[in-house]
């Protein structure tokens, strides 16, 4: 059996995302006509990392939600595509079948929460979206397959609700995430820990996907097959790998998805 910390990055608005989505209502005073004509250009032109995360990679998607809605931003910040890629992305017949605004969902998540606070509003659905339905999956899938149980007690019923009613405040203080649990844990812990960064589980896709990943990438995602199955535009797809390889575009997070999903389908029966 082993203890595991998931959820407290959602609880506690551990996300870089958090303090993203408060520095992006700042940047909203910024006029769009100026973001589009000045920063874009700017920031689209700083030169592209293979780090995980890098700075100019957090840039970039940070600047590119800002032209959406508050809580749709997130979705492209650590989503796989923008939403407003995906018209480029997708056939026409599929994306006029697609819902009107796949984010309408969020929205009817949103009214019975009885909260005003944006962030407490971010909070619900990190932890009803990304952790239920992505991240906690993923552990229990790892773990299962070795048979090892794991138990995760920030998410015993009476610490969620006790996380749910501490304002954002004190989650978020000074721009520092987990505020309250690093104040709680400061006596009990030494301060490298209290101050070390956030270091999430990330692999080096934007290199391997230059390098040891590119031919099956290349494979299935510009196979004849694709154009039979009208899903996806053979030629962005091609766009995508041309521009990723030539180190013009990380693409590391739409190109992934895609060959999951690719490979999803050519598996199922």
């Given at each position: 059996?082993?203890?595991?910390?998931?959820?407290?990055?959602?609880?506690?608005?551990?996300?870089?995302?958090?303090?993203?989505?408060?520095?992006?209502?700042?940047?909203?005073?910024?006029p769009s006509?100026?973001?589009?004509?000045?920063?874009?250009?700017?920031?689209?032109?700083?030169?592209?990392?293979?780090?995980?995360?890098?700075?100019?990679?957090?840039?970039?998607?940070?600047?590119?939600?800002?032209?959406?809605?508050?809580?749709?931003?997130?979705?492209?910040?650590?989503?796989?595509?923008?939403?407003?890629d995906q018209?480029?992305?997708?056939?026409?017949?599929?994306?006029?079948?697609?819902?009107?605004?796949?984010?309408?969902?969020?929205?009817?998540?949103?009214?019975?929460?009885?909260?005003?606070?944006?962030?407490?509003?971010?909070?619900?659905?990190?932890?009803?979206?990304?952790?239920?339905?992505?991240?906690?999956?993923?552990?229990?899938?790892?773990?299962?397959?070795?048979?090892?149980?794991?138990?995760?007690?920030?998410?015993?019923?009476?610490?969620?609700?006790?996380?749910?009613?501490?304002?954002?405040?004190?989650?978020?203080?000074?721009?520092?995430?987990?505020?309250?649990?690093?104040?709680?844990?400061?006596?009990?812990?030494?301060?490298?820990?209290?101050?070390?960064?956030?270091?999430?589980?990330?692999?080096?896709?934007?290199?391997?996907?230059?390098?040891?990943?590119?031919?099956?990438?290349?494979?299935?995602?510009?196979?004849?097959?694709?154009?039979?199955?009208?899903?996806?535009?053979?030629?962005?797809?091609?766009?995508?790998?041309?521009?990723?390889?030539?180190?013009?575009?990380?693409?590391?997070?739409?190109?992934?998805?895609?060959?999951?999903?690719?490979?999803?389908?050519?598996?199922?029966?």
């Amino acid at each position: 059996m082993a203890l595991n910390g998931n959820g407290g990055d959602e609880l506690f608005m551990g996300y870089p995302t958090f303090p993203a989505h408060k520095t992006a209502r700042l940047a909203e005073k910024v006029p769009s006509a100026l973001r589009r004509s000045l920063l874009k250009p700017l920031v689209q032109a700083l030169p592209v990392s293979e780090n995980n995360w890098s700075f100019d990679f957090k840039l970039k998607r940070f600047l590119a939600g800002l032209d959406l809605p508050a809580f749709a931003r997130h979705f492209a910040w650590i989503g796989g595509t923008h939403p407003h890629d995906q018209d480029a992305l997708l056939e026409p017949s599929v994306y006029a079948a697609a819902a009107p605004n796949p984010l309408d969902d969020v929205d009817r998540l949103l009214l019975g929460w009885n909260s005003n606070d944006e962030l407490d509003k971010l909070t619900y659905l990190y932890a009803r979206l990304y952790l239920a339905e992505g991240v906690l999956q993923k552990v229990d899938r790892a773990t299962m397959s070795y048979a090892l149980e794991c138990r995760l007690f920030l998410l015993a019923p009476n610490v969620v609700n006790c996380a749910m009613a501490i304002p954002s405040h004190l989650k978020i203080h000074k721009n520092q995430s987990k505020w309250i649990l690093r104040e709680a844990l400061k006596k009990r812990l030494p301060q490298s820990i209290l101050e070390r960064p956030k270091k999430g589980f990330g692999i080096p896709l934007t290199s391997w996907l230059k390098g040891p990943l590119l031919p099956l990438c290349k494979e299935i995602l510009t196979d004849p097959s694709l154009r039979t199955q009208a899903l996806f535009k053979k030629e962005s797809c091609e766009k995508l790998i041309n521009e990723h390889v030539n180190g013009w575009r990380d693409h590391r997070k739409t190109l992934w998805a895609l060959m999951v999903y690719q490979l999803w389908e050519q598996g199922r029966p």
